[in-house]
């Protein structure tokens, strides 16, 4: 299995900025796409940003420009630094990775339990 545990979450005024981090740890044999999803009260879980092994990035339309994803493939972390931090960027936020846990097994996705993101007017 696959443990992603999340840190730097918290409370931040409109404007100011903050930085996620995740790392993965556990039985890992290679982990293809790490991200970040995010969930507000009351809707969906969206996609922010993921990044591949080779470092290609998708970014959602609501934070480009604004956030920037990175990962470090030799410590399996993942980080996502939020600047311009608007309220409406308010959610639990998610780590995410599709990582092979066993030599011979198929890639699967495991996420993480969930940092709080508060972003005050």
């Known amino acids: 299995q696959v443990q992603l545990v999340e840190s730097g979450g918290g409370l931040v005024q409109a404007g100011g900025s903050l930085t996620l981090s995740c790392v993965a740890s556990?039985?890992?044999?290679?982990?293809?796409?790490m991200g970040w999803y995010r969930q507000a009260p009351g809707k969906q879980r969206d996609l922010v940003a993921y990044i591949t092994t080779v470092g290609y990035t998708n970014y959602a339309d609501s934070v480009k420009g604004r956030f920037t994803i990175s990962r470090d493939n030799a410590k399996n972390t993942v980080s996502l630094q939020m600047s311009s931090l608007k309220p409406e960027d308010t959610a639990v936020y998610y780590c995410y990775a599709n990582a092979k846990a066993s030599l011979q097994g198929r890639p699967d996705d495991y996420w993480g339990q969930g940092t709080q993101v508060t972003v005050s007017s």
């Open positions: 556990g039985s890992i044999f290679g982990i293809a796409v």
